[in-house]
C-alpha cells in the first residue's frame, strides 16, 4: 500500500514568489491534514479536510496561505506570495476515519516538504 | 485552547541507560494520546497510542507510556535505550472537534541522542 506522498520534497525560492505543494493521502483516506514546523518548534496544526470539505482550518496563518482538496483526492497548498517566516516542514497527513467514533485514529504522515523563502 | 507540553527539547544518553520523556497536556475532555517518532531520514511513525483502559501503553521497540490523568501527563519511558532509538519523538493529543472530527495537537519534540 502506498503511503501518503509530498511533492516537492524541498523548494526554494524568493520573497513575494509562489509555491504550490502538494499531497497524495493513502487511498480511501477520508481525513486530510496538513501541518508545518518552524525552525525545531512544535508540528502545528494548519488545516483539515474531510474528503473535499474543510472541517478546520484554524491553524492558517493569514490569507497568503490557501489549501484545496478537489475531488476529495490529492491536496494542495499554495502560498503567495511567500515571505521568510513562511520558511519550514510542511507536513501533510491522512487517516481514515472521518467521524468522532475514530478520534484514537493514528495519522499516517508524508515526509514533507521543506520550504525555504530566501 | 489545547496544547502539548514536552520538558525536554534534547536529551543525551548512553547505551542501556533508561529513558523517561516527559509530557503534559491542557484539555479538560476526553482526549486520546499518542507518541510519534521520526528517525532520522523517515517518516513521523506511530509509537504507541492511548485510547482507554489500562492507563499504562505498552508500543513499539520496547517503548511504554504512562497515562496519569490526575496530572494531565503521559511520560514516555525506556528501559535500556539502544543507539537505534536516537530520533525525534513528539507526544500528541487528538481533540474531539464540534464538527465531529478531531484534530492532533503536537508537542515541540524532543530530540534523544543515544551514544553507542
Known amino acids: 500500500e502506498a503511503g501518503v506522498t509530498q511533492f516537492p520534497s524541498h523548494s526554494v525560492i524568493e520573497k513575494g514568489q509562489t509555491v504550490t505543494l502538494r499531497c497524495d493521502p493513502i487511498s480511501g483516506h477520508d481525513n486530510l491534514y496538513w501541518y508545518r514546523r518552524v525552525m525545531g518548534k512544535e508540528i502545528k496544526f494548519l488545516l483539515h479536510f474531510v474528503k473535499e470539505s474543510k472541517q478546520d482550518e484554524s491553524g492558517m496563518p493569514n490569507n497568503r496561505f490557501l489549501a484545496e482538496r478537489t475531488g476529495g483526492t490529492y491536496s494542495t497548498l499554495k502560498v503567495q506570495p511567500a515571505e521568510l517566516e513562511d520558511s519550514g516542514v510542511y507536513f501533510c497527513?491522512?487517516?481514515?476515519?472521518?467521524?468522532?467514533?475514530?478520534?484514537?485514529?493514528?495519522?499516517?504522515f508524508g515526509s514533507g516538504t521543506q520550504l525555504s523563502v530566501l | 485552547a489545547q496544547s502539548v507540553s514536552q520538558h525536554n527539547h534534547h536529551v543525551i544518553l548512553s547505551e542501556a541507560a533508561s529513558l523517561e520523556l516527559g509530557c503534559n497536556y491542557s484539555y479538560g475532555g476526553t482526549v486520546n494520546l499518542f507518541w510519534y517518532v521520526q528517525y532520522p531520514g523517515q517518516h513521523l511513525q506511530l509509537l504507541l497510542k492511548y485510547f482507554s483502559g489500562d492507563p499504562l501503553v505498552k508500543g513499539i521497540k520496547g517503548f511504554e507510556a504512562e497515562f496519569i490523568k490526575s496530572k494531565f501527563s503521559f511520560n514516555l519511558r525506556k528501559p535500556s535505550v539502544q543507539w537505534s532509538d536516537t530520533a525525534e519523538y513528539f507526544c500528541a493529543v487528538n481533540a474531539p472537534l464540534n464538527t465531529g472530527g478531531f484534530k492532533t495537537i503536537f508537542g515541540a519534540g524532543t530530540r534523544l541522542f543515544v551514544k553507542a
Open positions: 497527513a491522512s487517516s481514515q476515519e472521518a467521524t468522532l467514533v475514530g478520534s484514537n485514529e493514528k495519522l499516517f
